[in-house]
């Protein structure tokens, strides 16, 4: 069966810095999604790549898939204590209606 | 904007109760969802439903039912509630397909003493 993995498991970075979440498949991936949970809430839907090689950006929020479509990666420039939460990738698994979801990255922002 | 309603944000219930968690959604989308979030064992489904009437079982649905009358209302049900259920509870929908981002309530905090 198909598992995604993130990295790191938790992130904490001083206001101002940079960041990046990796998000890494056992299989090809057809349709990767990137939330956003803030602590005690549901999932905020980010953004969704399709193609290899394909990034897009949402404020200072950019995500990519690799060539081969088994990896993301999630980048925050500048981040900002409103980014705290917890990020999770999820995808379509194959062959099924389900979703797959990483095991999500927690990251604390400190002001 | 999208939007998908769940009925409570918090819920403390007693061992042995019927529990009804509802989850309203206005996109007109034909998949539903309920998941349970739990540390360290991350997002778990427990049913779907690709359709009124249709409902498909998750990966942990002992324990719980369905119901899907119309379309944009899913309810989750826990026939007889027991303490191991206390969790997050949370509704998603989206439409068929590959490639359809799901769109998540807020979640219900379940508690069951």
């Known amino acids: 069966s198909q598992e995604l993995e993130q990295s790191p498991q938790s992130l904490i970075v001083q206001e101002g810095k940079n960041l990046t979440i990796n998000c890494t498949s056992s299989?090809?991936?057809?349709?990767l999604y990137w939330y956003k949970q803030k602590y005690g809430e549901g999932l905020i839907f980010l953004m969704m790549?399709?193609?290899?090689?394909e990034e897009k950006s949402h404020e200072k929020i950019t995500a990519k898939l690799d060539e081969k479509k088994q990896q993301s990666s999630l980048h925050i420039t500048a981040s900002q204590p409103s980014h705290a939460g917890i990020y999770l990738c999820?995808?379509?698994?194959?062959?099924?209606?389900?979703?797959?979801f990483g095991t999500g990255t927690r990251l604390k922002v400190l002001a | 904007d999208v939007k998908v309603t769940q009925s409570s944000r918090y819920l403390v219930k007693r061992t042995g109760e019927k529990v009804f968690l509802e989850c309203v959604q206005d996109?007109?989308?034909?998949?539903m969802f309920w998941y349970r979030q739990d540390p360290g064992l991350g997002l778990r489904l427990i049913y779907f439903?690709?359709?009124?009437?249709?409902?498909e079982k998750g990966d942990i649905p002992e324990g719980y039912s369905v119901s899907r009358e119309k379309k944009e209302r899913f309810s989750l049900i826990l026939e007889s509630a027991s303490t191991n259920q206390t969790s997050m509870y949370l509704c998603?929908?989206?439409?068929?397909?590959?490639?359809?981002?799901?769109?998540f309530g807020d979640g219900t905090r379940l508690s069951i003493l």
């Open positions: 998603a929908s989206s439409s068929p397909g590959r490639n359809q981002p799901q769109h």
């Open positions: 299989k090809t991936l057809y349709g």
């Open positions: 790549l399709q193609k290899g090689g």
């Open positions: 999820g995808a379509d698994s194959s062959g099924t209606y389900k979703y797959i």
């Open positions: 996109m007109d989308h034909e998949n």
């Open positions: 439903s690709y359709d009124v009437k249709m409902k």
